[in-house]
């Protein structure tokens, strides 16, 4: 049986802009969910999910992540809150009443397949949500899928948030 090692680093990044309508300032920030991994930088905009040294098979994963072996590849999931609120309030704050969410890788990876909720993501951007509401804080679910063909060593990469007024 192999072993395969994996120490996992994710940062979160997010960004926000407003269509041609809707000029808003929208804030976007990652929330270590209560049932998920813990989030370096959770309460702002720039946050990272260490998932540390895992293996496909043995070993522990960390608090809030649970892992499955399937025949070929095997998955670690876990939850990540995310809220977006608009910025200063003025007169063009309620013409707004979503947002749009988008995510996307920041680096190509051919071998791994990352998921936010059950979005593949590339490094184009894709969406998450269509109509989020602003002020909540919904639970995503983020995974991670590694084939067994994947040689043992360390994986990271970037997801990139955009919010967008609607």
Avoid at 30 to 46: H, M, N, R, Y
Avoid at 72 to 80: G, V
């Amino acid at each position: 049986m192999r072993r395969f090692l994996l120490a996992l680093f994710v940062l979160l990044l997010c960004s926000s802009r407003s269509s041609a309508q809707n000029p808003l300032t929208l804030n976007l920030v990652f929330v270590s969910d209560p049932g998920g991994a813990s989030l370096a930088g959770s309460g702002t905009s720039a946050a990272s999910l260490n998932f540390g040294t895992v293996r496909a098979f043995g070993g522990t994963v960390p608090s809030g992540v649970t892992k499955s072996v399937g025949a070929n590849s095997w998955t670690l999931n876990t939850k990540i809150d995310i809220t977006v609120t608009k910025g200063s309030l003025d007169a063009l704050d309620v013409l707004s009443t979503s947002y749009t969410l988008t995510a996307g890788l920041q680096a190509t990876d051919s071998q791994n397949t990352w998921k936010w909720n059950s979005v593949t993501l590339s490094t184009v951007n894709s969406t998450i949500t269509a109509s989020g509401a602003y002020g909540a804080t919904p639970a995503y679910s983020f995974s991670l899928t590694i084939p067994f063909s994947e040689a043992a060593g360390a994986i990271s990469n970037t997801i990139n948030f955009t919010a967008v007024a609607n």
